[in-house]
C-alpha cells in the first residue's frame, strides 16, 4: 500500500491545559474524524486518515518539566507515520524557563486496535 504525506510545517497550533495537565498538538483546518486513545495519549485522525492531532495526558511528568514552563511553548514540531496498525510519533519543542530555552522530545511507538492509512505527516509551528 503506498504511503500518503501530509506537510503541514507552519500550519500547526497548540494549547496547554494547566489544570488538568493536558498538552495539545495539531495542524489546523483539518477535518476532524475520530480519535485512537494509546495510554497516556490520544491522536486524532482527519476524515483522509491523517493523524492531526496529539494530546499527551500529563505532559509534565512524561517530559519531566513544571507545568509553569508547559506554558510557555515557543516552537515545536511532530512528524507521525503509520504503518498498518503500528503509529510511530516524534514530538520535539522548545519552552522558555527563566529566559533560558528548555528542549523536550519525546518518541512513542503504538499500535492501534484496527489498519490505518499508511501515512506521514509533518507538522511544526513557531509561537
Known sequence: MKTKY????????????YANDI?????KDR??????????????????????GIQIFGPSKMFNVDKDTLRNVQKWEFKVR????????QL????LRRNQV???GHN???EASSLLTNSEV???ATI
Not at 498538552?23 to 495542524?27: A, D, R
Not at 474524524?33 to 492531526?52: A, Q
Not at 503509520?82 to 510519533?89: D, L, P, R, W, Y
Not at 520535539?92 to 519552552?95: D, K
Open 31 to 52: 477535518e476532524y474524524d475520530r480519535s485512537i486513545e494509546l495510554e497516556d495519549v490520544v491522536l486524532d485522525i482527519d476524515k483522509e486518515g491523517y493523524i492531526t
Open 108 to 110: 512513542l511507538v503504538r
Open 102 to 104: 528548555v528542549e523536550r
Open 23 to 27: 498538552l495539545f498538538f495539531k495542524v
Open 122 to 124: 509533518m507538522c511544526a
Open 92 to 95: 520535539m519543542f522548545e519552552m
Open 82 to 89: 503509520t504503518e498498518g496498525k503500528v503509529i510511530f510519533v
Open 6 to 17: 501530509l506537510d503541514a510545517k507552519g500550519k500547526g497550533e497548540m494549547d496547554y491545559d
